[in-house]
């Protein structure tokens, strides 16, 4: 007879699947594989990583340094590549404001990684504040304190687009009183933005209640217009920090998603510079510091001029992608959210229009998996960090769909879903 495996190792907690690597696994058991060219996967939150037009040339190699690049490197970065960010902040973010140094940049291993280091030093007892929806793994950050700190969770509501207004969040804060608020902005999975005075308001009333306000900001770049076109800008809440070194504010960044380097895994966290020598103590024993050959790549990516060009190329093949993927949806009848998101690249869409069982998210994922389309059900983005989950999920209805992929593969994926609507019908 098989014997749970589970039953073996008792010491062991089960860890579930992150909500996309879950669709990975699914999709794998039927011959899917990274690269596969037969298969659209739209679930997955990664950039198409290849030339797009207006980008400079992609990076493909790098120049070692012998024997320091065979040492272990600063757990927070070399000097070299946290300057780099930092100059890269104050060009994009900071001018005629007080720049970020050096000192204010903690460099790590991925967005992950970034956010873990963050989550290993708040005390116990601290009042943390989550948002509803928001990014999956914020779930697996929360998990470990749930016995040792208090955490608050803020639901937006789907009647308003899943947004959180300034004015709601401020009551929120006041009401609650948390230590830490962390949220995704442009938000994974429903792509709306909280910018501008809303932001600026946010900032406020976080300084004034003395609330650290962590800002994930990976998909800072992937900023519209209300009409579809790339906004000039990206949407970062850096231009309303006032004091660099006091404001309670922490934001995540990286090269994952704008300059489309997921495989390099850099990510930095910018803030004050107390608590990034917190972060950066707290690395010496989370993960041990960043690979120093892949900070030399990333000191190129980010010189002047051609990051600019980088982010404004993807910027511009994005808005593009996401007219394709607004507009195929609509045509086969999944419902577009309104507002429409104005920001990432995913468009976190209603099923309720669909005939039979292809209301559900997980049967339409199934469903799209035999048409070798990969999406990700909407319950992996309602966090719950004391994993209970309800017997009806509140997000069943709702599917994250990505354009990350390049225009054909998005083309593809939309012929191929209504084919499985056309079917159900």
């Given amino acids: 007879m ?24 699914e999709a794998s058991k039927l ?32 120049s070692l340094e012998e024997p320091i690049d065979a040492a272990y490197g600063p757990v927070g970065g070399t000097p070299e590549v946290r300057a780099a960010v930092a100059d890269w902040i104050n060009r994009t973010y900071r001018r005629g404001l007080k720049p970020y140094s050096a000192e204010n940049i903690s460099f790590a291993s991925g967005g992950r990684l970034a956010l873990t280091r963050l989550f290993s030093i708040f005390k116990d007892g601290s009042r943390i504040a989550y948002k509803n929806p928001d990014y999956t793994a914020y ?40 230590d830490a608020y962390i949220f995704s902005n442009p938000c994974n999975p429903t792509g709306q933005s909280v910018k501008g005075g809303s932001l600026a308001n946010y900032v406020d009333i976080c300084r004034k209640e003395n609330c650290l306000l962590g800002c994930d900001e990976f998909y800072a770049t992937f900023a519209y217009e209300e009409d579809g076109s790339p906004s000039k800008e990206p949407v970062s809440v850096l231009p309303f920090i006032e004091d660099v070194n006091k404001d309670p504010v922490v934001v995540f960044d990286g090269l994952t998603k704008g300059f489309r ?4 895994r850099a990510a930095w966290m910018v803030g004050p510079k107390y608590l990034i020598e917190m972060v950066n103590r707290a690395a010496s024993a989370v993960d041990g510091g960043p690979s120093t050959i892949v900070q030399r790549a990333a000191i190129e990516e980010l010189s002047s001029g051609h990051a600019e060009a980088e982010l404004l190329a993807t910027r511009k093949e994005f808005a593009v992608k996401r007219r394709l993927m607004i507009d195929g949806l609509q ?21 309720e229009n669909l005939p039979g069982k292809l209301t559900d998210a997980d049967y339409f994922f199934h469903a799209c998996l035999k048409k070798k ?16 989950r309800p017997t009806k999920e509140p997000y069943s209805h709702l599917v994250r769909f990505s354009y990350g992929p390049n225009r054909r593969t998005v083309a593809t994926a939309l012929s191929r879903m209504a084919e499985v609507i056309r079917e159900h019908r």
């Avoid at 990583?49 to 990076?59: D, L, Q, S």
């Avoid at 009647?159 to 009183?177: A, C, H, L």
């Fill in 2 to 25: 098989f014997e749970n495996p589970s039953s073996l190792f008792p010491m062991v907690r089960f860890v579930p699947y992150m909500g996309v690597i879950w669709t990975i696994h």
């Fill in 31 to 62: 011959g899917f594989y990274n690269g596969h060219p037969e298969w659209c996967n739209v679930g997955q939150g990664q950039p198409e990583v290849g030339e797009i037009t207006g980008a400079p040339p992609r990076i493909n190699s790098v």
């Fill in 139 to 178: 779930e697996d950050y929360l998990y470990p304190l749930r016995h040792s700190c208090e955490l608050i969770e803020l639901r937006a509501q789907e009647k308003n687009g899943f947004m959180v207004s300034d004015t709601e969040f401020s009551e929120f804060i006041k009401q609650y009183r948390p």
């Fill in 261 to 264: 380097y997921p495989g390099w």
């Fill in 331 to 351: 045509s086969i009848g999944i419902r577009v959210p309104d507002p429409q998101p104005l920001g990432t690249f995913y468009v976190w869409a209603s099923l």
């Fill in 373 to 388: 389309v990969i999406t990700v059900p909407g319950h992996f983005f309602d966090v719950r960090p004391y994993r209970n």
